[in-house]
């Protein structure tokens, strides 16, 4: 069984900046790539940043291109998100994921390849 869990979450102003942890435990084996993904009130969850440890390759949503920064530990199956110039509109729940298989770049934009989901950490901000 193979868990991840969130932290770092909370309530910031518009303009600020937060950083976001994930951490797995459990059986540990190495992921194909890892992601965030977010989920606002009412809404559904969308694809927010990703790695693939092969290449260290990152990508991110164009909504948060250029704010947000993944990161993250292979060996430990560990990922960050430095999110800064945060509005209001990134509040949500936001989400990490692990894919375990080799998948296209382009898919891991998608939930369909995770295969192992946190219960997410929540972020507030505030105008």
């Known amino acids: 069984q193979v868990h991840l869990v969130e932290s770092g979450g909370g309530l910031v102003r518009a303009g600020g900046s937060l950083r976001l942890s994930c951490a797995t435990s459990g059986r540990t084996f190495s992921m194909y790539a890892m992601g965030w993904f977010r989920q606002a009130p009412g809404k559904e969850r969308e694809f927010g940043a990703g790695?693939?440890?092969?290449?260290?390759?990152?990508f991110y949503a164009d909504s948060v291109k250029g704010r947000f920064t993944i990161s993250g530990d292979n060996a430990k199956n560990t990922v960050y998100l430095q999110m800064n110039s945060l509005k209001p509109e990134d509040t949500a729940v936001y989400y990490c994921a692990g894919d375990r298989n080799p998948t296209p770049t382009m898919r891991l934009r998608s939930m369909m390849p995770y295969d192992y989901w946190g219960q997410g950490t929540q972020v507030t901000v505030s105008s």
């Open positions: 790695i693939r440890w092969s290449g260290e390759l990152t």
